[in-house]
């Protein structure tokens, strides 16, 4: 069982995986590379070498755990977390520590081994929107679990392990450290303003206009005015919403076109670039019968998006040491270059 | 000018490079590699191509900024901060900016490119730790700064861009939020306990043992019990002390040998791993003359170290979005395996 420690001096948590997957004389020969071609186990035929299927989809009519599928959600066969068991947590001497409930799964996003999402048609696209929404609000309704994590890691540079196109979810017993950072900035700006932060400074951009790569009716993309990393992007519902798992069918497909889009930017604009997109939706609404402040308000003072990061730097000791990122790209030439791709080059 | 933007939503500062280092198109060829051969701006005879030098160790009497030396402290060609100009700080609507005063000095280790600090004599060594406490103590005296980082990129994927043995150091006009988060936990310990949070946890760990790698009388080495990385690394004084900047000439002899031992058991165990290393001081103690409560107790409540990082796994799309981090490696095996080195193999 994985084991959750926390630690004491920046008290964040930490999952250690206790069953050691991987032995330290494993990492003289370096981080593993994605295998180029051989088996995939995310391809259609090899069904057995993945856990049964949560949910998938499938136009024919075909059986489960057998090929026919448009779309896979499958329990990661090496998971972070476990599902199973109780939440247990212990005091050892100074530190804490807790079982390592939660889950962890995966989207095959198609069948095709390398189609990607920023090749795939808006309809795919949403299919996996749509999946990633129902997961969410089924995880939402075990109640050891406080934050549910939608993300993609693209490429190896990213963090993935398979190149088979997937979107990964990680559900969580304790709410993350970077979540409730944003909460609490998000919170005390409604206590000041009653406003929600998110729909102040969507507003703001969208009159600037400088940090702006695309915009509609109900998605806005844009380059954040802090930007940590070159062509960092942010992807905004413009109705204040604080979950994703709440969309309607029609926000659905226009969040397909707008990420579509805008990964195709990326993808014409820096050649394929690795990145991540990490889905910042509310901490589990309703977790605790007895809901302190933020949770009552949360509907109110948080705005669910999305957040892409292409990995074209490295983060280095000055990053680590300090929390501190040095962006050598003002986000107003990143999004004046993106603007300028043609999508459909 | 360099300028620093306030992100609203995660609150944090960021430094955004406005000169335009790196244009847009650039990135399309990937990450820059480090140049192999070819000229160096940092060996013996090449002075003239870094800017004049801050202090250098020379015992044969040479003049400065010609060959001769043992050890160079520069400023940073390129400087992620400037020394130069006041601390303006403006509102851009909801936004917040300061313009970009700080300063990016480099100490050039040694005169040999390829002789690193896991190869080098205690001796040399010390002269390193000698030089960046030096310009710590000398960096603390600008009242525009309120943070002074000592770090190490080691390797291309640690972040390194010139290959020659180097230790940068940035001072920044703000206290960064991972040294906030530290010292925030540090006080609530010591307001609880009136101890240091330092103090107690290494008490404990050098009784329980199963996580110390190395131990003597002035310092402990360790893998922190909720280690975020495999082979993540701790280096302590065993006296109590919150800066690095005022340690005896016998306990920077110490902290030689101590950081020369474990460098080099990294090395033999990891095969020469690419690393970070940052040293956590405490924010300038006298950067104030109205000391808010923390900077009066800091003396008590903050303890320095020394974090090293091998990176050995790659950091994706749920520690970004998180800020949550999964280790395979358990600490405890770790500190085995780098106990029994053979560091003179």
């Known amino acids: 069982m994985p084991e959750l420690r926390h630690d004491p001096f920046q008290r964040r948590w930490v999952i250690i995986a206790t069953e050691r997957t991987r032995r330290p004389q494993g990492y003289a020969r370096g981080p593993e ?5 051989g ?6 035929g090899n069904e057995s070498s993945t856990p049964p299927e949560i949910r998938s989809v499938r136009d024919d009519g075909s059986a489960a755990n057998g090929p026919g599928w448009k779309l896979r959600v499958i329990p990661n066969k090496f998971p972070a977390l476990r599902v199973e068991g109780e939440l247990e947590r212990e005091g050892v001497g100074l530190f804490d520590r807790m079982s390592g409930v939660g889950a962890h799964e995966v989207i095959v996003d198609g069948p095709e081994h390398s189609r990607h999402l920023a090749d795939m048609s808006y309809g795919e696209i949403e299919r996996v929107i749509d999946a990633a929404s129902e997961r969410l609000r089924d995880l939402q309704r075990d109640h050891r679990l406080k934050y549910v994590l939608i993300f993609k890691n693209h490429g190896e540079a990213a963090g993935a392990s398979l190149a088979h196109p997937h979107t990964q979810i990680i559900a969580t017993p304790v709410t993350p450290r970077t979540v409730a950072a944003e909460l609490e900035a998000a919170q005390a700006h409604f206590r000041a303003k009653e ?3 998110y729909c102040d400074v969507l507003s703001q951009e969208v009159k600037d206009g400088s940090r702006i790569v695309r915009v509609d009716s109900s998605f806005v993309v844009l380059t954040p005015y802090a930007s940590r990393f070159p062509f960092e992007l942010m992807v905004l519902p413009r109705k204040h919403s604080c979950t994703f798992g709440e969309m309607s069918a029609d926000e ?3 969040l397909a076109r707008a ?9 014409v604009a820096l050649d394929d670039p690795p990145f991540n997109f990490m889905i910042h939706t509310s901490p589990n609404l309703d977790y605790e019968p007895a809901r302190p402040f ?3 308000t949360l509907r109110w003072d948080y705005h669910w998006h999305m957040e892409i990061i292409p990995r074209l730097t490295r983060v280095a000791g000055f990053e680590w040491g300090t929390g501190f990122y040095i962006n050598p790209t003002p986000p107003e030439d990143a999004a004046a270059f993106l603007r300028q791709v043609d999508i459909e080059a």
């Open 252 to 254: 659905r497909s226009a």
């Open 39 to 44: 088996f995939c186990p995310f391809c259609p």
């Open 33 to 37: 590379a994605l295998p180029r071609g």
């Open 294 to 296: 933020h949770f009552q």
């Open 195 to 197: 406003r929600c932060l």
């Open 259 to 267: 990420l579509r889009d805008t990964l195709r930017r990326l993808k």
